[in-house]
């Protein structure tokens, strides 16, 4: 996990899509998927570049992670995921079955 980019969700994607993570992602059906190409990945297609945390301003408790992706065919771009006590239970245990190999390519 990396410290070297902004604390606010918008301004380290916007970052990220400088260098060319321009896809959106979500977790649906238990499959990533880019949201404008609608093409999905398992976890095992998956590679986490980076992840940031953070926490609600106002309420610490609303939680979520910034995951930068890479996939098996090059596909590039970020998944702003909601954790914690309100957080998405599929998109945690989608992340949470991408193999630790996966983890920082």
Known sequence: MSNEYAKNERDNIEKYQ????TSNFSVVDG???D???KTKYTPQQVF???EHRYEGMSNPSDMSILYVIKTEDNN???ALIGYG???NLN????FKDIPKENYNN
């Open 76 to 78: 590039k771009g970020t």
């Open 31 to 33: 499959k990533l998927v």
């Open 48 to 50: 986490v570049v980076e």
């Open 85 to 87: 006590p309100t957080g």
């Open 18 to 21: 400088a260098k060319g993570y």
């Open 35 to 37: 949201v404008e190409e």
């Open 91 to 94: 998109a945690a245990e989608f």
